[in-house]
């Protein structure tokens, strides 16, 4: 059985943090997660990439701000994003996939992933 669940999120200030965790439920030792957010209005932007192995790339616009953790055994995965500013208020989604590491972050695509969390609101006033 796969099964994909997100938690976290919720509203702060600018320049507060916050936290979301992804876990997967699967007993494969290879896979490949990610997060997503999008904004009303705004195209949906891939954020972070994670392999089971613990390869990990970050979009431009949170690279230095967000940090993403791997419980490779449990298929968790939790993200510290911190100096949070308004533009960082989005839809956020988790996906995943098994049985393969991420591919090359300029070919990896939402339609790429076979699986999808729930989504959890990130809001971040100024």
């Known amino acids: 059985q796969v099964e994909l669940a997100q938690s976290g999120g919720g509203s702060v200030q600018s320049g507060g943090s916050l936290t979301l965790s992804c876990v997967f439920t699967?007993?494969?030792?290879?896979?490949?997660m990610g997060w997503f957010r999008q904004a009303p209005g705004k195209e949906r932007e891939k954020v972070i990439l994670?392999?089971?192995?613990?390869?990990?790339t970050y979009a431009d616009s949170v690279k230095g701000r967000y940090t993403v953790s791997l419980d490779s055994r449990a298929g968790t995965v939790n993200l510290q994003m911190n100096d949070l500013a308004p533009e960082d208020t989005a839809m956020y989604y988790c996906?995943?996939?098994?049985?393969?590491?991420?591919?090359?972050?300029?070919?990896?695509?939402?339609?790429?992933?076979?699986?999808w969390g729930q989504g959890t609101q990130v809001t971040v006033s100024s």
């Open positions: 996906a995943a996939n098994r049985f393969f590491f991420c591919p090359p972050w300029g070919r990896t695509t939402a339609a790429w992933f076979g699986y």
């Open positions: 699967t007993t494969d030792d290879r896979y490949c």
């Open positions: 994670i392999s089971s192995d613990g390869s990990t």
